[in-house]
């Protein structure tokens, strides 16, 4: 793999595969949030200063069937220039002679965006000759986009073998996030907590799975954690509950137990009687839940147990909010983390907030800018720290 920040751009037409899936309004088109945008902008910036020329390769949302107006990257095209402060070229298929034409003329300063990559169904199914025809318009390959680096898709992964060691590399961001994920799965400094919440048991197992060969803590909050409860014989009334999980949260428990890893789970919760903000609310013990009612966050106790561990820890990585943070009502546990989190990385901690609902969460109360690294990956980040290989990731390796 080549260094991105050695190689010599100059003169050369770059293919940047960037994660540019921004939410755009349904009506008018607009961009709700740039955030990733911004995010493969110094990747952008380094090329063409030193002199390259840009081609960008990006999906956006999920077509179902070949081209769909609502999900076309011309809709960026106006950002792009703004924010580059660059004219912007538009190539309305990603493929074919009007790519390859732009392509050829393009001059040293100048971007080409190509139309959404996912219009064609080659792209996830990972087809050669399709990552062969996107290759083929560029001189060098670099992939900025961490966000989908666990897909073994045509411009993400298969496109990166038409080019030589020596001419594929990570952007700036890719390199950043996975700088910021290995820091934390070597865990350098002690104890290392990781803070595991979100809907289901199911989604998160594998995470768990393979942080406790490392974490010092484990903290479980949102929905999973009454899986966890009623598999140690608690009434959880109508919380949220994988019955088919019962036996793996069981088999985790003790596991953790012979790693000599701490799994801590929400003493007492707030509690609804219905999914919803105008519910009516009362805190009980996470594992004395009355019938027909759901632990819908955790509750003060539980937050103030957390809090302690996380502000008492060096190495922090947070993945699922603690409750129903969207919702008013629900929103305190989320928000005591947040902050707990912040805190620890004041005192020095290294902290990694990722996955799309626990950033959102970080945004919501205002942590962003106190927490070490938080990332722009969900499922990327996810099966990272499951200990999976990241095919985006090993093609520029090979
Ligand atoms: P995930 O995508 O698995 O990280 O789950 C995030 C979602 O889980 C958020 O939309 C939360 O509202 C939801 N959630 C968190 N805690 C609970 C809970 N106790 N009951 C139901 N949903 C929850």
């Not at 989908?148 to 950043?176: C, D, P, Q, V």
Request: aromatic fraction near 6%.
């Amino acid at each position: 793999m080549a260094s991105f920040n050695t190689y010599r751009f100059k003169g050369r037409k770059v293919i940047i595969r960037v994660d540019f899936n921004v939410p755009l309004d349904k009506e008018t088109f607009e961009i709700i949030d740039d955030k990733r945008m911004q995010a493969a902008l110094p990747t952008i910036n380094k090329i063409l200063s030193d002199g390259g020329s840009v081609i960008i390769i990006s999906h956006l949302g999920r077509p179902k069937n070949g081209p769909e107006k609502s999900f076309s990257l011309s809709h960026l095209t106006n950002h792009l220039e703004q924010i580059t402060s660059r004219k912007v070229l538009f190539a309305q298929d990603c493929i074919g002679e009007e790519a390859q034409t732009l392509s050829q003329k393009l001059n040293p300063g100048e971007i080409l965006l190509l139309e959404n990559v996912r219009f064609y169904k080659e792209e996830t199914l990972g087809d050669a000759n399709f990552a062969k025809q996107l290759a083929d318009l560029g001189d060098c390959y670099v992939n900025d986009a961490f966000g989908t680096a666990h897909r073994a898709h045509s411009s993400t992964t298969h496109i990166a073998t038409y080019f030589t060691r020596e001419n594929k590399m990570s952007g700036l961001l890719m390199k950043s996030e996975i700088e910021s994920a290995k820091k934390v799965m070597e865990v350098t400094q002690r104890p290392f907590t990781a803070i595991v919440g979100g809907a289901k048991v199911s989604d998160k197992v594998l995470i768990v799975e393979n942080l406790m060969k490392t974490a010092d803590h484990i903290i479980i909050g949102g929905g999973m954690a009454y899986t966890f409860k009623k598999a140690l014989g608690g009434q959880i009334g109508a919380s949220l509950c994988e019955n088919d999980r019962i036996e793996t949260c069981k088999e985790i428990l003790s596991k953790a137990g012979d790693l000599g890893v701490e799994i801590h789970l929400p003493v007492d919760s707030i509690v609804a009687d219905k999914f919803s903000a105008d519910a009516q609310i009362d805190t009980s013990k996470s594992d004395e839940i009355s019938e027909n009612w759901m632990g819908l966050d955790i509750g003060p106790i539980a937050a103030d147990q957390f809090s302690a561990i996380i502000e008492g820890s060096k190495t922090i990585l947070w993945n699922g909010p603690m409750g129903v943070f969207e919702l008013k009502p629900f929103e305190e546990g989320t928000k005591s983390v947040a902050s707990a989190v912040a805190k620890a990385t004041e005192k020095g901690a290294y902290s990694l907030i990722g996955g799309g609902d626990s950033a959102a969460a970080a945004k919501k109360f205002n942590v962003v800018e106190k927490i070490s690294h938080v990332s722009t990956g969900g499922g990327a980040l996810l099966e990272y720290f499951e200990g999976k290989e990241l095919p985006g990731v090993a093609a520029i390796h090979k």
